[in-house]
């Protein structure tokens, strides 16, 4: 999946982010994901960004979607 400025995701548990960039981690190199939440920036590991983790057992998933992070607009399988 590419992820680019502006594109806008939709967390399991109901808010919406957009992203600002990927850049690197200036230790250890790794991509990571800077986004908006709720008016403040925060950062996640690409790696755990894209990651298809199986959400939807959880009871604070008030999407019903499946996995963490669902690109808004994009269908997934």
Known sequence: MEIKPHDKFRH???????VVCVC???ETLEDMVV???D???WVRPLSMFIEKVDVRNRQDNVTGQKYRFEKIGEKTC
């Open 39 to 41: 008016g403040s920036y």
């Open 24 to 26: 690197k981690h200036s």
């Open 12 to 18: 399991f548990k109901g808010f919406i982010i957009e």
């Open 35 to 37: 986004y908006i939440h």
